[in-house]
């Protein structure tokens, strides 16, 4: 089928196709490895959810079996009173990290877990059974922030792992054949106007 006549590209055209075909395959290939290397960070991740997701449920049911006991013991007004009697926040400081060029928050926390004395209720007019049932939330609450931080993360891998396999797929499977076919059609009709240049010029002479 021969190629259109209307269409005359030039060589210096030819020069930029054939620039951006290589930008495009550098891009390419950077971002596959940038798609490998977060996917084997995700599954690393996803192992340390799992282990958290694990002591997370532990963590609940033990605190939950702890309090049950102390309402039983103490009664439900003895529990809530020492609950109320909390002085002391825990303090929450959101940070960020950089995992393969991703953006993922970081979650520190100090004062949770305080020793009896610092809790506010006064350790003689309550039993043990109310200090393992605060020992117990104490230990829910910092894991929550751990398994808090580490589904944050996995969820923000997960987001630029699927952006980064479009890019990967859009460069792979549309830009950069399409360039290729561009520069194979702009050959072809270079060589099909030179074929046309020289027959012109034999006419001439002729």
Request: hydrophobic share 40%; net charge positive; aromatic share 4%.
């Amino acid at each position: 089928m021969a190629i259109k006549d209307n269409i005359k590209p030039t060589r210096s055209e030819l020069l930029e196709l054939k620039k951006k075909i290589v930008l495009s395959q550098s891009g390419h290939k950077l971002l596959k490895m940038k798609r490998d290397g977060l996917i084997l960070e995700f599954f690393e991740i996803m192992e340390k959810a799992r282990n958290a997701r694990s002591e997370l449920m532990k963590s609940y049911d033990d605190a939950t079996t702890k309090i049950a006991i102390a309402r039983a013991v103490e009664g439900v007004v003895a529990v809530r009173s020492a609950a109320f009697s909390l002085t002391e926040k825990p303090e929450i400081n959101l940070e960020s990290k950089n995992v393969m060029g991703v953006i993922v928050p970081k979650i520190e926390s100090s004062g949770v877990q305080k020793p009896i004395l610092n809790r506010g209720y006064g350790i003689i007019n309550t039993s043990a059974r109310i200090d393992e049932a605060a020992q117990g939330y104490e230990r829910l609450v910092e894991q929550i922030i751990i398994s808090a931080e580490i589904e944050s993360a996995m969820k923000k891998l997960l987001d630029d792992i699927e952006k980064t396999k479009r890019r990967v797929n859009a460069l792979e499977f549309k830009v950069i054949p399409e360039q290729l076919e561009a520069e194979q059609f702009i050959k072809l009709r270079l060589e099909e106007m030179e074929r046309e240049n020289t027959f012109r010029l034999k006419k001439i002479k002729d």
